[in-house]
């Protein structure tokens, strides 16, 4: 049987892992900096505002065009498929809007 060359260096150690990535060999996840951190709430914030807004303002045409037959605000009138989409865009982006799954979240 053959030994691999490169003995503890190879890319299946798990400290040349860690390294390539980053981190310190005895680390298990990549450790993102505060400022990474921040960066990446403000950006996912906007992000999540601006799906937020597009998605209440499709359920509030759709109620209006429910309500009011004739009128068509969204390609192919009413639909619930448009009440269905927007419900769950409604959900995903406050989600990340207010950034409720984040273990490190900060109050602001």
């Known amino acids: 049987m053959r030994r691999k060359r490169g003995g503890a260096r190879g890319p299946g150690n798990p400290a040349s892992r860690a390294a390539a990535r ?12 505060q400022e990474q951190f921040e960066a990446r709430l403000r950006r996912d914030r906007v992000l999540g505002l601006t799906a937020f ?5 499709v359920l509030l045409l759709n109620l209006v ?3 009011d037959a004739s009128l068509r605000l969204l390609p192919g009138g009413h639909s619930e498929l448009y009440f269905l989409a927007g419900l769950l865009a409604l959900g995903w982006s406050a989600w990340v809007a ?3 799954g984040n273990s490190r979240r900060t109050r602001r």
């Open 53 to 57: 807004a597009a998605s209440l303002v």
């Open 65 to 67: 065009m429910e309500i």
């Open 22 to 33: 980053g981190g310190l060999p005895g680390e298990r996840h990549y450790q993102e900096s």
């Open 98 to 100: 207010f950034d409720l």
